[in-house]
């Protein structure tokens, strides 16, 4: 049986799911019904590709794009913004964070803003690392500072958007699956030429692209997903590497639903800055590590 064999069976069984945020709430209770019936990122690929990617801008786009994550890698760090929008017919909510991501050791923190009138007050923290989460302050079953541990296949949409955020790892190794890509223009970000491209990019050739653990959020996503053709925006400067990236991801809010009124938008933005400039990132000990009962929620 092959590795992706097992993790397909894995990913099918019932499992503990975030549900942490509350503009997330109507994601949260559409992940709950799929979790049930439904079937990280590496921060670069793998090391032949790396090796075999030039640190300079490709003038094919989807080249350009493609390699962005492998050339952004390199860098060995940056810092990060991230803004993620979710909207239905009838509710609309936003999340920001500020963290960074260690391309070295692989290894990710962010800390997200919680809106008004969520299931948890204040922010979540989140250490992300390929294929696995921690996340802090992420329910009221879960004892202050205490962390919660998920393999991403536990979360069905991979842990790109349900914790309100996309951790800058899994934004930009997106971009592996770009399928198309047009040079929109020039423009110029605090001081830097950068080239703006958009396009479409495919979740499931993404994950084959990054492989390993790092694959597996992008491939439940891709599963999860009901728009498989995912919207992009990317801006890279004349390296190749990426300064900010847009993605647009659908689900159905009401499970099995194709109807657009039960279709919930989400809008991620990643900004990325302070290339090379050291990131605090660490694993919690394990002393800190709250361990939930199988059929038990951080909520």
């Known amino acids: 049986m092959t590795d992706q064999q097992r993790d397909g069976r894995r990913s099918r069984r019932p499992l503990p799911h975030l549900r942490s945020a509350a503009g997330a709430a109507l994601f949260a209770a559409a992940l709950a019904a799929l979790a049930g019936c439904s079937p990280g990122a590496s921060g670069g690929g793998s090391a032949d590709r ?124 997106a971009l592996r699956g770009a399928q198309k890509a047009d040079l929109v223009g020039t423009e110029t970000v605090d001081g830097v030429a950068l080239k703006h491209y958009r396009g479409t990019l495919d979740l499931a050739k993404a994950a084959d692209a990054t492989g390993g653990r790092g694959g597996d959020g992008l491939r439940m996503a891709g599963q999860t997903f009901t728009v498989r053709d995912v919207p992009y925006d990317a801006w890279l400067d004349e390296q190749g590497r990426l300064h900010k990236v847009v993605e647009e991801f659908t689900f159905a809010g009401v499970a099995g639903s194709k109807e657009a009124k039960d279709q919930v938008k989400v809008t991620s933005t990643t900004s990325l800055t302070d290339f090379g400039k050291p990131v605090e990132a660490a694993e919690p000990p394990a002393s800190d590590i709250y361990s939930m009962k199988p059929t038990e929620s951080p909520k």
């Open 50 to 173: 790396q090796a075999a990617v030039p640190d300079k801008l490709s003038a094919d786009p989807v080249t350009a794009v493609r390699n962005s994550p492998d050339i952004t890698g390199r860098t060995g760090s940056a810092h990060s913004a991230t803004e993620l929008v979710t909207e239905s017919a009838e509710k609309k909510a936003v999340f920001s964070g500020t963290g960074g991501y260690d391309y070295v050791k692989r290894i990710g923190r962010l800390e997200v803003q919680v809106p008004p009138g969520a299931a948890t007050t204040g922010k979540i923290v989140e250490v992300v690392l390929p294929g696995t989460v921690y996340l802090q302050n992420s329910g009221a079953k879960v004892p202050e500072g205490k962390w919660v541990k998920l393999d991403v296949r536990q979360l069905p949409d991979g842990n790109l958007v349900s914790s309100g955020a996309t951790d800058p790892a899994s934004a930009a190794g």
